[in-house]
Nanobody
Framework: VQLVESGGGLVQAGGSLRLSCAASGSTFSILSMGWYRQAPGKQRELVAV???????DYADSVKGRFTISIDNGKNTMYLQMNSLKPDDTAVYYCNARVYSSMVTTLWGQGTQVTVSS
């Protein structure tokens, strides 16, 4: 099973971006998926998470601005990011907990999001 991310880029403050993360591979079930981010010189932090049942949770810094969603039929997760701020600049990583023969945690390759002031 692998994760492929897309949708990063450069945007001005106040703008929007949508990130996608598609899971593909042999037979598996998604337990939960999430987005993490890592800014230069900082630790990786959780941005948002969603379970296969649709329960979501967000970091306080993005509540009201970011929306996480999942299309179970396409095994694809999205992160709609609105009202972006320069502090949102980071590499965003997709994360998934999946069950195949066992529970496995997967990471995407990361996608750069840069918000200019």
């Amino acid at each position: 099973v692998q994760l492929v991310e897309s949708g990063g880029g450069l945007v001005q403050a106040g703008g929007s971006l949508r990130l996608s993360c598609a899971a593909s591979g042999s037979t598996f079930s998604i337990l939960s998926m999430g987005w993490y981010r890592q800014a230069p010189g900082k630790q990786r932090e959780l941005v948002a998470v969603i379970t296969n049942g649709g329960i979501t949770d967000y970091a306080d810094s993005v509540k009201g601005r970011f929306t996480i969603s999942i299309d179970n039929g396409k095994n694809t997760m999205y992160l709609q990011m609105n009202s972006l701020k320069p502090d949102d600049t980071a590499v965003y990583y997709c994360n998934a907990r999946v069950y195949s023969s066992m529970v496995t945690t997967l990471w995407g390759q990361g996608t750069q999001v840069t918000v200019s002031s």
